[in-house]
């Protein structure tokens, strides 16, 4: 405490030296309460107070905690009760922006073991939207009591609706500049006549003793679409690590399944194998799908892929996972080779995160890397940029920055 005394020693505006006094105050915790007033500081304001309170609930030392003014949380055993838990949010809400209210209730689940915060519906509703804590809700979904369900969904579904903003418009103009589909085929068939573009089309040639249009060129649709169209197919590692990555993964996967110019098909892995492909119509359904946790068999999960594939070169397939293999690696290793040699376009996705360093299996990345696989971890803003220039076969060497 002694160097934080010399700072505030000497002259200078008394209104601005107590206003620093209260902010270090509030950083160091009450413990130091004694300490500040011996150096002049003025009593806490009401709204200090009630952040010193909120705060020392998650950073306090013994004596602070949840469920008293200062005092301390339950008996042993006892976590602090839903009412003082939604109390405490409340304050963190109205004290904090946004931000600090995420990072707060971070730390909460961490160093408190707050697992209600997640389990109770009015605590549910009053969280602020996190991928963190989104991802921890996901593995905790199991014990979620059924009268919680439907405001888990809910705070899923904030998360979803974000990202989908931030994602939706994007990957669709990417699929779009990466396929450049034609809209009509010249391949006449009567099964396939567009007839309300063939009509507009001729409408110069109505013809008004017969009351009709008399076309003068026919357009069909291409029913070649759908036999020649992508294949983008995501094995996705839902090991307990990968939280952030399965959600965005998830919003991605559910908008390319609902464009009709590509087939789309997701696969969740950890030792058993999950086809989730018919969930792709919602992200929430799609996330409740996961079961996250436990080991991994990733070998297997590739196997399953390839029984996928109908044209290889057609076929974009993602693997993404932290790589860190259960099962057998030297399995994976050529089920992977096997796939790049058959024609399939193969991207290893360590992780799809904002910022950080990713967690994965250096050993394992280096090898796969090594038969000419793109192996990264992807900011989730430059997924539409990677869809596109894989999609059109160019090389995704700008994203690889940090390739081990």
Same mark, same amino acid.
């Given at each position: ?42 009593? %806490? ?11 020392? =609930? ?78 921890? %809700? ?71 003793? %017969? ?91 590739? =196997? ?86 894989? %999609? ?13």
């Amino acid at each position: 405490m002694s160097s934080i005394s010399t700072i505030f020693r000497g002259g200078g505006n008394t209104v601005a030296q107590s206003e620093q006094l209260s902010r270090w105050r509030l950083i160091l915790g009450a413990e130091t309460e004694d300490s500040f007033t011996s150096m002049g500081g003025g009593a %806490l304001s009401q709204e200090e107070l009630l952040m010193d309170g909120a705060l020392g =609930a998650i950073y306090g030392g013994p004596g602070q905690g949840f469920g008293n003014s200062g005092g301390a949380s339950g008996g042993a055993g006892r976590g602090p009760s839903s009412p003082v838990i939604s109390k405490w949010l409340g304050d963190l809400r109205s004290l904090f922006d946004p931000e600090m209210v995420a990072v707060v209730q971070n730390d909460a689940i961490e160093r408190k073991g707050l697992k209600q915060l997640l389990l109770e519906p009015e605590l549910l509703e009053g969280l602020e939207p996190d991928l963190n804590l989104a991802s921890t %809700l996901l593995m905790l979904k199991d014990q979620i009591p059924q009268k919680s369900k439907e405001s888990a969904r809910r705070f899923i579904r904030k998360i979803v609706d974000e990202l989908n903003k931030m994602l939706e418009n994007n990957v669709r103009r990417a699929v779009t500049a990466a396929l450049n589909r034609r809209a009509h085929s010249p391949l006449p068939s009567a099964s396939a006549i567009d007839f309300p573009y063939t009509i507009r089309r001729n409408l110069q040639n109505y013809n008004a003793e %017969l009351k009709a249009v008399v076309p003068e060129r026919v357009w069909f649709f291409d029913r070649s679409s759908k036999i020649n169209r992508w294949h983008i197919i995501l094995d996705i590692d839902q090991s307990g690590s990968m939280g952030q990555s399965i959600i965005y993964s998830s919003v991605m996967a559910c908008i390319l399944a609902s464009m009709s110019a590509v087939k789309t098909s997701v696969v969740a892995f950890d030792t058993q194998i999950m086809d989730l492909t018919p969930l792709c119509t919602d992200p929430v359904d799609l996330l409740f799908g996961f079961q996250m946790g436990g080991g991994t068999d990733i070998a297997k999960s590739v =196997a399953y892929c390839q029984g996928l594939v109908e044209a290889p070169a057609k076929t974009l397939f993602f693997l993404i996972s932290d790589l860190y293999e259960g099962g057998n690696r030297a399995a994976l290793l050529r089920r992977v080779e096997e796939l790049k040699a058959s024609g399939v376009n193969v991207v290893v996705l360590l992780a799809i995160a904002d910022g950080g360093k990713p967690f994965y299996d250096p050993q394992t990345a280096q090898r796969i890397s090594a038969m000419d696989i793109p192996c990264f971890a992807c900011a989730p803003e430059r997924l539409p940029e990677l869809l596109e220039r894989a %999609l059109k076969g160019q090389s995704l060497e700008g994203f690889n920055q940090k390739q081990p």
